[in-house]
């Protein structure tokens, strides 16, 4: 049996796992992400992996990170909540310090690369795995391979705009319309709230608890979300569409867009469009960055 250490780098927290080569946890924990800069954060990931290193020999790094990754170099574009990581060349100072291979992706294709291994993609070749969070971010999958685009910017659905085109030269996006970020703050706006006293739990509590304007705004935050949803599916034609973020966890929400996209069938085409839950939630990044790992070393052998 191999072992791999794979980490998920967020912004406020990195999530860290020994993993067998099948995807099975062994060891898991979270520490603070530092704040200090490139350095103490190589010296982290080093600690991490000397401790597994203790446990069991290790076959790599897998790293799920936020940013528009660069999986040939190691570098990482872009912008995130932790400035420093962009710049420097990840894998080339990982694999200098810790003497093994690394290899690292996107978290949203690392998402979306789950499913398509162990996960509700698992028996599909094309699949869209939509991210639902602060913004809506997403990964594209066809052969079982994320497509990255020219830019880095494969799966960013977000971008696509939606509304008020003619009044603004950008217009306004998906990420600011059918996020749960946007949903927070269109709900504090009619509300007269701050939005800081807000998140989507909160939201869809007040909901439950029969408030009309909040019904209002979830009613508009779904219908966005499914035209965005058919526009993909005319784009791409994919055999699913995941939807994944903690939000994708209430039923209704899958329920809800299902509903609107079967309202806006076309009967031209007659194409049904449905959604489906990501399987896995807040394992879905390690998961994924162990396969991209395991895929990156099939293919450069």
């Given at each position: 049996?191999?072992?791999?250490?794979?980490?998920d780098v967020g912004g406020s927290s990195i999530k860290f796992a020994l993993m067998s080569e099948a995807g099975e946890f062994i060891e898991r924990s979270m520490v603070p992400t530092p704040r200090e800069g490139i350095q103490v954060f190589i010296d982290t990931i080093e600690t991490i992996v000397k401790n597994f290193q203790n446990m069991h020999p290790l076959k790599g790094i897998a790293l799920s990170m936020p940013g528009a990754v660069d999986v040939e170099s190691g570098v990482i574009y872009g912008a995130s909540a932790i400035p420093y990581i962009h710049g420097p060349n990840i894998k080339q100072l990982l694999q200098e310090r810790t003497?093994?291979?690394?290899?690292?992706?996107?978290d949203a294709n690392?998402?979306?690369l789950a499913e398509g291994w162990i996960g509700a993609a698992k028996?599909?070749?094309d699949y869209i795995c939509i991210v639902i969070g602060t913004g809506v971010g997403?990964?594209?999958?066809?052969d079982k391979k994320v497509r990255h685009g020219k830019n880095l910017h494969g799966g960013e659905f977000g971008f696509m705009i939606m509304e008020d085109y003619l009044e603004q030269p950008f217009g306004v996006s998906l990420s600011s319309l059918g996020a749960t970020g946007g949903l927070v703050k269109l709900?504090?706006?009619r509300k007269g709230m701050d939005p800081s006293l807000?998140?989507?739990?909160?939201?869809?509590e007040m909901a439950d608890s029969g408030d009309e304007d909040v019904q209002d705004e979830i009613r508009k935050f779904i219908k966005r979300l499914a035209v965005g949803i058919l526009?993909?599916?005319?784009?791409?034609?994919?055999?699913k569409i995941l939807i994944g973020g903690a939000i994708s966890q209430r039923q209704d929400l899958i329920d809800g867009i299902n509903e609107a996209l079967a309202q806006m069938k076309n009967n031209v085409y007659n194409l049904t469009i449905k959604v489906e839950r990501c399987q896995f939630g807040n394992d879905s990044n390690l998961i994924g960055a162990l396969y991209h790992f395991l895929q990156r070393k099939t293919k450069l052998n």
């Open positions: 049996m191999n072992y791999y250490a794979v980490l003497g093994l291979p690394v290899e690292l992706e996107n690392c998402a979306g028996h599909v070749q997403g990964a594209l999958v066809l709900v504090a706006k807000l998140n989507g739990k909160i939201i869809f526009n993909l599916q005319y784009s791409i034609d994919p055999e």
